[in-house]
């Protein structure tokens, strides 16, 4: 039996079955929980009239990457003792090369217009589709007067729709109740295909440390199936999931379409579980394979003070947990200056929203034209309220670091070793810096500096800290002593 779509409704067809009719009508608005990674809870209100005993109904509009066994029809109220008997799930959707691989060995009717727009028919016999569900498309094969052409010789003309043909991802249910009910039931799914994503714009005038920070929500749908006027939930958080044996059906096609949303009214929050839960304060029609945005936090005057970060070491000088004696390790030096940003997720640095992770993006205005010039970027994660934030933007141009061993004392023969260090930081600006010296004690954990030019602080077990000034166009040197005891 064919069955004729309207397209902007998600339509329940309805079959007989044992005498038994299940009338089911368009659904009311679908719900959506998107989950940042890569999957969605997908829920719809029906209208379902069963009979008592067994219905056969099918619903035609879930997405292309449903998981099937997550179907759950119900009534949300409890009082209808509702059973699906059986289901199953269909996503042969009629195509151009569908019908083709189902006609394979008989002949059709091709139209070909020629140039002056006039149409005629060429019979040709399908020796190969070409469809392949389930990997490349093959180039159909076509004989026409004898011979075989490796293409269509015009626009294939089919019988009339096949009985079991389907122009949608279907599901299909044999329904059991014991009694007849008239009931709005929900029918909830999980869906691969559906994302979001966040990201911060951040933007700093040429001098000075405040920030005025907009976040972005970013939705893409490539299930497969079109939401109209959805509302729309968005969980942050990583939620344990069980991987397939086998690969998720890919995304359809990559164009989307970039569509930016007033957010007039505020993006909502709350804990949930253990994670976040962020609502969209208005409908938003999802078609398949667009991507939308969605202003979901602002604020203005976030303090992020620029840092200097020079690890000397930090590529060849980590503590691997056991004694090292090796006289050569960790003497290697790189003179890249960590360029960061700081900031404490709280309130009174006008933030104080759990954040999800996302991009962020550095910019800083142009003080003789008033433009932005983007200055660095890097990923934020999860990051609660009132948690401190400090990410890597970029490696300083004009100020840079040396790291040098100017002495190793110790041997197999000896319960100790001592090594001293030279570290000189340059910075070549016109404005003095303070630049954080970070050293790792990577030898043993049993270690104490016995010399040292500056005041230096423990970080943790096996690293150390020194916060040096070095004024404007100047070189600020800094020497340690470290001591080892084997003992």
Same mark, same amino acid.
């Given at each position: 039996?064919?069955?004729?779509?309207?397209?902007?409704?998600?339509?329940?067809?309805?079959?007989?079955?044992?005498?038994?009719?299940?009338?089911?009508?368009?659904?009311?608005?679908?719900?959506?929980?998107?989950y940042?990674?890569?999957?969605?809870?997908?829920?719809?209100?029906?209208?379902?009239?069963?009979?008592?005993?067994?219905?056969?109904?099918?619903?035609?509009?879930?997405?292309?990457?449903?998981?099937?066994?997550?179907?759950?029809?119900r009534?949300?109220?409890?009082?209808?003792?509702?059973?699906?008997?059986?289901?199953?799930?269909?996503?042969?959707?009629?195509?151009?090369?569908?019908?083709?691989?189902?006609?394979?060995?008989?002949?059709?009717?091709?139209?070909?217009?020629?140039?002056?727009?006039?149409?005629?028919?060429?019979?040709?016999?399908?020796?190969?589709?070409?469809?392949?569900?389930?990997?490349?498309?093959?180039?159909?094969?076509?004989?026409?007067?004898?011979?075989?052409?490796?293409?269509?010789?015009?626009?294939?003309?089919?019988?009339?729709?096949?009985?079991?043909?389907?122009?949608?991802?279907?599901?299909?249910?044999k329904?059991?109740?014991?009694?007849?009910?008239?009931?709005?039931?929900?029918?909830g799914?999980?869906?691969?295909?559906?994302?979001?994503?966040?990201?911060?714009?951040?933007?700093?005038?040429?001098?000075?440390?405040?920030l005025d920070?907009?976040?972005?929500?970013?939705?893409s749908?490539?299930?497969?199936?079109?939401?109209?006027?959805?509302?729309?939930?968005?969980?942050?958080?990583?939620?344990?999931?069980?991987?397939?044996?086998?690969?998720?059906?890919?995304?359809?096609?990559?164009?989307?379409?970039?569509?930016?949303?007033?957010?007039?009214?505020?993006?909502? !929050?709350?804990? /949930?579980?253990?994670?976040?839960?962020?609502?969209l304060?208005?409908? +938003? =029609?999802? @078609?398949?394979? *667009?991507?939308?945005?969605?202003?979901?936090?602002?604020?203005?005057?976030?303090?992020?003070?620029?840092?200097?970060?020079?690890?000397?070491?930090?590529?060849?000088?980590?503590?691997?947990?056991?004694?090292?004696?090796?006289?050569?390790?960790?003497?290697?030096?790189?003179?890249?200056?960590?360029?960061?940003?700081?900031?404490?997720?709280?309130?009174?640095?006008?933030?104080?929203?759990?954040?999800?992770?996302?991009?962020?993006?550095?910019?800083?205005?142009?003080?003789?034209?008033?433009?932005?010039?983007?200055?660095?970027?890097?990923?934020?994660?999860?990051?609660a309220?009132?948690?401190?934030i400090?990410?890597?933007?970029?490696?300083?141009?004009?100020?840079?670091?040396?790291?040098?061993?100017?002495?190793?004392?110790?041997?197999?023969?000896?319960?100790?070793? !001592?090594?001293? /260090?030279?570290?000189?930081?340059?910075?070549?600006?016109?404005?003095? +810096? =303070?630049? @954080?010296?970070? *050293?790792?004690?990577?030898?043993?954990?049993?270690?104490?500096?016995?010399?040292?030019?500056?005041?230096?602080?423990?970080?943790?077990?096996?690293?150390?800290?020194?916060?040096?000034?070095?004024?404007?166009?100047?070189?600020?040197?800094?020497?340690?002593?470290?001591?080892?005891?084997?003992?």
């Open positions: 039996m064919g069955y004729d779509m309207v397209p902007s409704m998600r339509t329940f067809l309805t079959t007989v079955a044992c005498a038994v009719v299940a009338a089911i009508t368009a659904p009311a608005q679908p719900a959506l929980t998107i940042n990674q890569g999957f969605a809870v997908v829920r719809e209100r029906v209208a379902l009239d069963l009979k008592a005993g067994e219905n056969s109904a099918a619903f035609a509009g879930v997405t292309a990457q449903v998981e099937a066994d997550s179907v759950v029809l009534d949300p109220t409890g009082k209808v003792p509702l059973r699906i008997l059986e289901q199953s799930y269909r996503a042969d959707v009629m195509s151009q090369s569908l019908l083709l691989s189902l006609n394979e060995g008989r002949t059709l009717d091709f139209l070909v217009r020629d140039q002056n727009a006039k149409e005629y028919t060429v019979h040709g016999k399908v020796i190969r589709s070409g469809h392949n569900p389930t990997g490349e498309r093959m180039t159909p094969i076509i004989e026409v007067d004898g011979k075989l052409r490796f293409s269509l010789p015009g626009e294939p003309l089919f019988p009339a729709l096949a009985g079991d043909g389907i122009l949608k991802p279907t599901l299909a249910w329904i059991g109740t014991p009694q007849a009910a008239k009931f709005e039931a929900e029918l799914y999980i869906s691969g295909g559906i994302s979001w994503q966040a990201a911060y714009n951040l933007v700093a005038p040429e001098k000075g440390d405040a920070v907009t976040g972005w929500v970013t939705v749908n490539q299930s497969g199936t079109m939401f109209e006027n959805a509302a729309i939930k968005l969980m942050a958080g990583e939620v344990n999931r069980v991987q397939p044996d086998r690969p998720m059906p890919t995304a359809r096609g990559k164009g989307a379409v970039m569509m930016a949303m007033a957010a007039q009214e505020a993006v909502t !929050e709350k804990a /949930f579980d253990e994670f976040h839960l962020y609502t304060p208005r409908s +938003v =029609t999802l @078609r398949d394979r *667009e991507t939308k945005q969605v202003e979901f936090m602002r604020a203005t005057g976030v303090k992020a003070p620029v840092i200097y970060v020079y690890d000397g070491a930090a590529m060849y000088g980590a503590f691997h947990g056991g004694m090292n004696r090796d006289p050569g390790y960790g003497t290697q030096s790189n003179k890249k200056v960590w360029v960061m940003r700081e900031f404490k997720n709280s309130e009174e640095n006008k933030l104080g929203l759990p954040l999800p992770k996302g991009r962020l993006r550095f910019y800083r205005r142009d003080s003789a034209d008033g433009r932005i010039e983007f200055t660095g970027e890097n990923e934020l994660e999860h990051t309220k009132n948690e401190l400090r990410v890597k933007t970029g490696e300083a141009f004009d100020v840079v670091g040396e790291r040098t061993r100017t002495n190793f004392n110790g041997n197999n023969r000896q319960d100790f070793a !001592e090594e001293d /260090f030279e570290i000189r930081v340059r910075n070549r600006k016109a404005e003095p +810096v =303070t630049v @954080r010296v970070v *050293e790792h004690l990577y030898r043993w954990t049993n270690w104490s500096l016995t010399q040292k030019s500056d005041a230096f602080s423990k970080k943790d077990a096996q690293t150390v800290e020194f916060n040096v000034a070095v004024p404007a166009d100047s070189e600020k040197v800094v020497t340690y002593r470290v001591r080892y005891e084997w003992r």
